[in-house]
């Protein structure tokens, strides 16, 4: 089974096209740019660094790319001055958006803490600081009172220790709420567990989880008065926890809850027997069943509300969560002092960046008039950055809580935002741990390869609607179906194994690169930025104008550019052995 994307996958002769690679991470023996990549476990077909005679050689210095680098050498600063320039205090339109600044703490500038989905995480960093340290002191002294081996065999004794602990963590969240939250995870339970080996269970448990998605949008997550007027006192503020809107969150814990369910479904139809001692890896973890009676409520309940993911993720399956349990992994403290610092730096660029481009605030008040088609443009770039990051820094952090704990969920978003030139590999390296999710629950049983295009649509549909049930979110992810048509359609008219010797193939794929990237900019404006109307605006001013016209031609020539980059830092991963499909 792919671990991927439900997009087409290339053959074995297409690994050196621009637009496919496997993925494989050895051990680095030097230091390298390539270093940069985010490590995660390896799904290749090869295991070894490729010999001399099949690495193609290098273009980092040869007058094609030094030309390149002068070009980015001057791209990148004006990419950076112009927003820096938009959030002068002299600016005409400052005061348009002035009013949604705060006093920041860096160099004395005020700081665009507007986004009110990263405003909730940054401002509660400290307390999910203190929560996280809690957690892991508490089953610290659990197991030293318990007089655990050193080198336990399994950690199947931690689960009920898991579930006491999320039912605190809960509380303190969600407060009265919880209730709801453990009746919908149980009734869940009831019909995975009813319907084990009928075909009517992945139906009702779709049927379920989509129709309680529905419901929580329509009620609000509900009232305990409406549901029991005897209840009422419940809704009370004093019983509502930190944060009362559990339906929220609930999102995310649905996808859990389809999870147990499918591979509880699959198990009991297919028994997998597992040699004791044997290693299993990332994907295995994920597709290897378990015996059936590994999967109670205990288990269940401490997967589907563990604590470390449960607000934002990544995403576990159900296997790989009591795989790791019942063969843990060896996770060092230097690896997680690691991530700690990567994640250290990720903060830092993202307060950077809120402090000196107001970017986020400009958008939201549209305090464009009068800007030029670049800074038009550049509001929505270092838009869709800033989205990047809001994204990536509480996925880091909660991963960075569950490593801390023993337990390695699939890392999202491994490559930077800016280093996608392919409308697949995107989406394979943007929420990776949902892709795999989508992947093993939907794609698949859908049919897989069979009809891409048509699973593609549906599969988007639901991800646009999972989000949230607005047409904006709906646009974005029919949007998103349809640009993959062109890198679909290049690569069967076009296909590596037939043209990669050529001198003019690596300059073609260039150019489809930089018209996806143009596409995936498009979606992702209108699903996560501006909208179909703030886009159609900037459209406008970028068509219909001779200064837009003359901005087009310059983002086409750089982001080509960019994109021959990016060409040659994947063939330098390849050289280095690290093969990706992103």
């Known amino acids: 089974m792919n671990e991927e994307i439900p997009l087409p996958i290339t053959s074995p002769t297409q690994s050196h096209h621009p637009f496919s690679s496997l993925e494989h991470i050895p051990d680095q023996q030097s230091m390298s740019i390539t270093d940069l990549t985010v490590k995660i476990p390896s799904s290749s077909r090869s295991t070894s660094i490729p010999s001399e005679s099949k690495r193609k050689r290098s273009r980092w210095s040869t007058a094609e790319f030094k030309f390149y680098y002068v070009i980015l050498c001057l791209a990148l600063p004006i990419m950076i001055w112009i927003p820096i320039t938009l959030s002068s205090p002299s600016h005409p339109n400052y005061p348009q958006y002035q009013f949604k600044l705060s006093r920041g703490w860096l160099f004395g500038r005020d700081l665009d803490n507007s986004d009110s989905q990263y405003r909730s995480f940054r401002n509660n960093i400290p307390i999910l600081t203190a929560v996280a340290a809690l957690f892991l002191s508490l089953k610290y002294c659990w197991s030293r009172l318990c007089n655990v081996s050193q080198v336990p065999t399994d950690n199947l004794h931690l689960l009920p220790l898991n579930a006491v602990l999320s039912t605190l963590f809960l509380l303190g969240l969600h407060g009265s709420s919880i209730l709801k939250l453990v009746a919908v995870i149980s009734v869940n339970y009831v019909v995975a567990k009813t319907c084990k080996s009928s075909r009517l269970g992945p139906a009702l448990t779709w049927a379920f989880n989509i129709g309680i998605l529905f419901l929580n949008d329509r009620y609000n997550g509900y009232q305990f008065g409406e549901i029991f007027p005897s209840l009422e006192f419940l809704d009370q503020e004093r019983y509502e926890g930190f944060y009362p809107r559990w339906h929220i969150n609930f999102n995310i814990t649905m996808l859990r809850l389809v999870s147990f369910s499918m591979d509880y479904y699959w198990a009991c139809k297919n028994p997998v027997s597992v ?45 790989d969560f009591m795989w790791q349990f019942r063969r843990p992994l060896t996770i060092t403290k230097s690896s997680v002092l690691g991530y700690f610092v990567r994640f250290i730096c990720c ?24 800007d030029t088609p670049a800074q038009i443009g550049m509001i929505g770039f270092w838009n869709l950055i800033i989205v990047w990051l809001k994204l990536l820094l509480p996925w880091r952090f909660f991963r960075l809580w569950a490593l801390s704990d023993g337990i390695d969920p699939p890392e999202n978003m491994i490559r930077c935002m800016a280093n996608n030139y392919s409308t697949f590999g995107f989406w394979r390296s943007w929420h990776r741990s949902y892709n795999l999710w989508i992947i093993r629950y939907i794609y698949i049983p859908l049919g897989g390869m069979k009809n891409v295009f048509v699973n593609s649509v549906l599969v988007f549909t639901f991800v646009a609607l999972w989000h949230d049930l607005t047409f904006k ?31 003019w193939y690596r300059h073609v794929c260039a150019f489809g690169g930089v018209l996806n990237v143009l596409l995936m900019m498009t979606a992702n404006l209108v ?7 703030g886009l159609q605006f900037f459209l406008n001013e970028l068509i219909e104008t001779f200064a837009g016209l003359r901005y087009l031609v310059a983002v086409l020539f750089c982001l080509f550019v960019g994109v021959q980059l990016m060409f040659e830092y994947r063939e330098e991963e390849m050289r280095k052995g690290i093969y990706r499909r992103c």
Do not use: C
Not at 276 to 301: I, W
């Open 473 to 503: 979110l709906l646009a974005w992810g029919w949007l998103v179906s349809l640009f993959i048509l062109p890198e679909m359609l290049a690569r069967y008219f076009l296909p590596a194994s037939r043209y990669s010797s050529t001198s």
């Open 347 to 370: 903060l830092l660029t993202m307060e950077a960046i809120l402090h000196f481009m107001y970017v986020v605030a400009i958008k939201d008040t549209r305090a464009w008039a009068g």
């Open 527 to 533: 699903g996560f930025v501006i909208g179909i109307d």
């Open 275 to 319: 040699e004791t001692g044997s290693s299993l890896d990332e994907r295995q973890r994920q597709t290897t069943n378990h015996p059936v009676e590994m999967y109670s409520y205990v288990n269940y309940f401490a997967y589907a509300l563990y604590s470390p993911l449960y607000i934002a993720g990544p995403l576990m399956t159900f296997n």
